[in-house]
């Protein structure tokens, strides 16, 4: 594996459009991209981040969202 496709938390927040807050967040729960430590530091697989992408549901509108609609 090449380190140079290892993203950090910054790179993860550009790509996805999320804080690094909500990403912190996301992994302290237990969800959100897999990840994995080299030494101290968090990093991101970009395969692991594709498949991941590929796995969220996809939505033809805004109103489709799989849930139960409630007025």
Known sequence: MELNNLLDERDLSQVLGRAVSSIQKDRLRGGGVPFIRV???????????DQWLAARPVHSSTSDTGGSVTS
């Open 39 to 49: 030494g101290r530091q968090i990093r991101y697989r970009r395969s692991d981040l």
